[in-house]
């Protein structure tokens, strides 16, 4: 035995999941490991690698690979080569499979089963996991698993994954499997098999091993007439989204008190236990204000994923995806770009991310280019602050005048973006791009599903916040710290730091709409995320005190030193406000290249300044100089 | 004497009614082969189909395949010929 055998042999065997999208194959795999994952991405792309490891009854140490989600093995998706590269053993960095578990739904044989007689051919072991019986049973399909093993020439088990217990089978069924590597056959195998000849295959072994009972009334098709109808689901749709944004804003008001008040408190004790200098302005003005800042975005992210994942999870999400296709199809996006726009509400950067499931190249990077265009609760301070100060809280009909000055920002931002959208579509001048999009049956939300779920952003978003965005707030501190104010100095200190003088080197360029040297000097911290612009301005007008202190106190102070030409103007360059740092650095992964980051920087500070310098001049025309 | 129904494309099929998948017309799509990967998700000759609804004119139809409901684009639905019943 070589050292590479023996190293192969001393690895625990590794067992992959495959099966189509939607046969409830992640909610196996949950079943299997509990929260025993790793998630990375795997190498070069940003598909998700999904290991965990668990062990048989038997004792026998086992990992796992969730697979993506594959309709065939001919791969016309980034998801699918990955999972036929690694399923063939053709992916570097992946050792191919001791086993493959087919996971498939036991209401959808005649879709599910097709995959499955294409991976056989591989000449893998294999083990077919009947997933859902328990929902089959319901809808009347008998399934005869001893005769389809038979047809098969491979186990068959029956799983329910979202029960306790519901993996037993496939557990014992394991145990019995001899693990040992193989090697799988070529790729050619597949293709060799013209789709109708297989299709041919799956009626036949349908015919011999299930009947199925006259089909009772589908509950997810009558659903569907009411959610799919041309003017009853927007509705439904529209009310949905209210919903979820009254409860993004309101549910987290209370854990954001609370985070700001910890993150606060922290601050005042760790400042009063540490003497006076450069470190403990470093930590507490640095660290814990800056990371705090955007840890208090966690709740509303957590909250907006809450719904998503439900939704997601319910089967509704592809629904919302029929129903906004013709709209996002006139700019050239395609439906399923609603849920990486939905969650840049909250903030662009899981947008970004969410991005990855629209498969088509160019859909999914104009997704990404617009993403940041969707109003993130980052700018709300920032507009509150403004509109608080400037706007008057005059009633007009039922509605409250800053209410509306709130809402035109919104509908600003999600105009030019489809704006945007429709200009690369015109340029790239491509044609329609296939939808093909499966909508599954209606199921209740699975509640390990969502929690892992929800766990698994929280992770993410503040593995992000403990490197990248520190990282960030450290060297910003630097920038505003550093030189210090000279002796006998009239501005307060940041005016003489690296930050004050890009700052005023900034006035130059931003002048003409209206924005004077202080305004400039605080969107210089306001790059690493937007609403520390509203605590730079507190330090520029020499404030002392934090959070809520600084916005009430702060608030007055530049309703009195600014116009309100300069207020609206600087409203509208938010609405664009291309600094955001993090953004761009998720951009530039996501893409793959650093390109695609600048150009979202140089588009968004193109539109930021022509829509502010329109607002200045028109609203000094108007006199409100 | 029986009236035999012609041939259309899905596109055409109203709401509710149902057919069987004749031919699907080669279409390939920026790498991607739409006709291929539509008889992977089970519009295969000879297989039935059946229009759950409609959405906007214009926009995607909702079609059943077996015990699956796939959102297909206009265009696409148009690659599809089919003997309505």
New interface residues.
Partial sequence: MGVMEQQVAARSPLIALLGNPNCGKTALFNRLTGARQKVANYAGVTIERKEGSFTSPAGRALRVLDLPGA??L?A?TPDEAITRDVVAGLRAGEAAPDAVVCVVNA??L??NL?LVLEIQRLGLPMLLALNMVDVAKKRGIEIDTAKLAQELGMPVVETVAIQTGGEQALLDALDRMALAPATPNSLDSIDAVP??QT?REVRRILAACTSHAHDTGNL??QI??VV???VI?PVVLAALMFVIFQAVFSWAEAPMDFITGSVESIGAWIGGAMPEGPLRSLIVDGIIAGVGGVLVFLPQILILFFFILILEDCGYL?RA???L??MM?GVGLS?RAFIPLLSSFACAIPGVMAARTIQ?P?DRLVTIMIAPLMTCSARLPVYALIIAAFIPAREIGMFNLQGLVLFALYALGIVSAMGVAWYMKRRSG????????????YHWPHLQTLALGLWERAKIFLTRVGTLILTLMVLLWFLSSFPGAPEGATQPPIYYSVAGMLGRALAVIFEPIGFGWQICIALVPGMAAREVAVGALGTVYALSGSGDEVANTLGPLIAGSWSLATALSLLAWYVYAPQCIATLSVVRRETGSAKYAWMMAGYMFALAYTASFITYRVALYLGAG | MTLVPTLTTLDALKAGQSATVIHLAPHALGGQDVARRLMELGFVPGERIRMLKRGLPGGPVAVKVGESTFALRKFEAALVSIQPE
């Fill in positions: 309709y065939s001919s016309q209401t959808n005649r879709l097709r789709v109708e299709q997810s098709e569907d007439h799919l109808h041309p689901g592809p995806a029929f129903l296709d013709r199809g439906g088509n160019r491509g044609g329609q791009h296939p939808l093909l999009l499966e909508l599954p049956a």
